[in-house]
């Protein structure tokens, strides 16, 4: 018989918000207790899915597997309400803003100023700020080499800057 506690973790993942309309949030973080948020809390590493590199082109990352770590490798990152998580995005706003949806691609530190993170490999993890190379934590760092890291890209592209060496 599947464990009582396990339905309570899916529950409240699949059904834990609700718009005003009544539309039911999936993959919906528990903490998020905003009714403007709809959908998800979390959002796709889109250049690993897709398989972009840090300048936007195509690559072959995500299409063939060939990851250099995937365990440090992000698929899934805690963000303000978006289907994507993206590296360069930045949220001053601190919450799910309707007028920037760019800004809800942020990674969003809500839990004690972590972040949850789902990487390739298949587990999870909990990040703070300094764990995790995106504009928002490395805001004076060129955009290409917080991007050119194994967390964001899957592998370091060499002819490129990098931050990777500062990433645990």
């Known amino acids: 018989e599947k464990a009582k506690w396990l339905d309570d973790v899916v529950n409240a993942y699949l059904s834990s ?16 207790h ?14 690993v899915v897709n398989g972009y590199d840090a300048d936007g082109l195509k690559a072959p990352v995500g299409k063939n597997g060939n990851f250099r770590d995937p ?7 805690d963000n303000f309400g978006h289907s994507c998580y993206f590296y ?17 691609r942020a990674a969003s530190f809500r839990h004690s100023s972590r972040t949850t993170v789902g990487f390739v490999d298949g587990h999870a ?9 995106c504009r928002g934590s490395f805001g004076a760092t ?27």
Do not use: W
């Open 142 to 168: 060129a955009p290409a080499a917080v991007g050119n890291t194994v967390f964001n890209l899957g592998r370091v592209m060499p002819d490129l800057d990098t931050i990777d060496s500062l990433i645990p």
């Open 17 to 32: 918000g609700r718009a005003s309309d009544g539309r039911v949030a999936v993959l919906h973080c528990p903490a998020e």
């Open 34 to 47: 905003s009714t403007e948020v709809i959908g998800t809390n979390y959002g796709l590493n889109y250049i």
């Open 125 to 133: 993890g909990m990040r703070g700020a300094q764990e995790l190379p």
């Open 88 to 104: 360069n995005a930045v949220n001053t706003k601190g919450a799910y803003n309707p007028s920037d949806q760019m800004s809800n």
């Open 71 to 77: 365990a440090r490798t992000s698929i899934l990152v």
